[in-house]
């Protein structure tokens, strides 16, 4: 199955005083749909693309879409985060869902917003995102061995 983006929409970029990451992603979502010709009762599956790092007291940033419409109520919701290529990650997940067959019609929404949040605390946001995270030796011998020996492919190794 191929899949096609039939929609979209963005908000100009700027500083943003008024509006919350909330605001930002319903407005968005709901003009994206518009923009397709697609009622939210049609959409299968949503990911949002969002690179948190403390820049948004909500943890489940996914949640904030289905506030667009009643009719997206209940549908599968997944918040992607890949530092700055969040959104690209996004519309990947998307497609794999399309892919897969586990969805026709996927809406994907990317937010970000910055404005409330003074500039050394967003610095300190961005460099914990640098730093790697501790790997106990277990955890590490374990992700040594191969993925799979029952796959199509040949096993892979992590190095």
């Keep these: 199955m191929t899949a ?24 968005v979502a709901n003009d994206a749909l518009a923009d397709a010709g697609i009622s939210a009762a049609d959409v299968d599956e949503i990911v949002l693309g969002h690179f ?9 940033t996914a949640s904030l879409v289905l506030q667009a419409d ?9 918040r992607v985060e890949n530092a700055c ?16 067959g586990a969805a026709k019609i996927v809406l994907v ?13 967003i610095g300190r946001n961005l460099l914990r995102t640098a730093t790697p995270p501790a790997v ?6 374990r992700s ?5 020996r029952n796959t199509a492919t040949s096993p892979m190794r992590w190095r």
């Design 85 to 100: 290529a969040t959104g690209s990650a996004a519309v990947h997940q998307g497609i794999r869902a399309i892919a897969a």
């Design 109 to 121: 929404v990317g937010v970000e917003q910055m404005t409330r949040t003074p500039g050394p605390e």
């Design 52 to 60: 948190n790092a403390g820049f948004s007291p909500q943890d489940f």
């Design 144 to 148: 040594r061995r191969p993925i799979s």
């Design 136 to 141: 106990s030796p277990a955890c590490s011998a």
């Design 70 to 78: 009643p009719q997206l109520r209940f549908k599968p919701a997944t």
């Design 4 to 27: 096609s983006i039939v929609g979209w929409a963005h908000t100009p970029f700027g500083k943003f005083d008024t509006e919350t990451v909330e605001s930002l992603v319903v407005r």
